[in-house]
């Protein structure tokens, strides 16, 4: 089944605790990307990928880090994560020259930063 | 500065009737424009798309309508049916122009069809 998985699903941490989130896809998709999602200002990129080893800046990347050593994977990393990280995050892959039409997300993880 | 804008948080449509969400853009770089729905606890899916070359783009119930010159398009569903009733999202990007690659999307309209 073609599918964007992301680990954990939910999570509850405290100011400065370094944390990843997980994003594996199984459709050899070349892009790759993370929004998170707040309330009353829907989804804003935070960090995408052309392909391995490529990453680029999106609307919001202030406190993240990504990497993209494998295509398969696209972590997220709060290295000191923060009250105002706490969000629905979403990530989301899809194959190249196609667009974003064929952009699958993931089912989300629900971060909380205490 | 918000560069999507969806001026309409909620829009309550009756089945069967037509629902309009509009999406608002001012970067002139936009050439390629997405219209995601969302339902609660999932990922947003994606629904239809059009490039800046046209000015409308149809599939089944759903037609997205673009007007360049006003930096506006606009997403047509008829009939509403139950099931459309979800979170929809504007989005933009500049993948033809050399800009940046990404999406930008807007802050959603929560589409409620009443029976």
């Known amino acids: 089944e073609a599918q964007v998985t992301q680990n954990p699903r939910y999570l509850i941490t405290v100011t400065g605790k370094k944390l990843t989130v997980t994003c594996s896809q199984n459709m050899n998709h070349e892009y790759m990307s993370w929004y998170r999602q707040d309330p009353g200002l829907g989804l804003r990129q935070i960090y995408y990928s052309m392909n391995v080893e490529v990453t680029d800046k999106g609307d919001v990347p202030e406190g993240y880090k990504v990497s993209r050593k494998e295509k398969r994977n696209f972590p997220l990393i709060l290295e000191s994560p923060s009250p105002n990280q706490t969000s629905l995050y979403f990530c989301?892959?899809?194959?190249?020259?196609?667009?974003?039409?064929?952009?699958?997300f993931g089912p989300g993880t629900r971060l909380l930063v205490l | 500065d918000q560069q999507v804008k969806q001026n309409s948080p909620s829009l309550s449509v009756q089945e069967g009737r037509i629902s309009i969400l509009n999406c608002d853009y001012t970067n002139s770089m936009f050439d390629y424009f997405l219209w995601y729905k969302k339902y609660p606890a999932e990922g947003p899916t994606f629904l239809i798309s059009?490039?800046?070359?046209?000015d409308k783009n149809e599939d089944g119930r759903f037609t997205v309508f673009l007007n360049k010159s006003a930096k506006h398009l606009s997403l047509h569903i008829v009939p509403s049916q139950p099931g459309d009733s979800a979170v929809y999202f504007c989005?933009?990007?500049?993948?033809?122009?050399?800009?940046?690659?990404?999406?930008?999307f807007g802050k959603g309209t929560h589409l409620i069809i009443q029976p």
């Open positions: 989005a933009a990007s500049a993948r033809n122009q050399g800009g940046a690659d990404g999406l930008t």
């Open positions: 989301a892959s899809s194959p190249s020259g196609t667009g974003w039409e064929t952009q699958y």
């Open positions: 059009i490039s800046s070359i046209k």
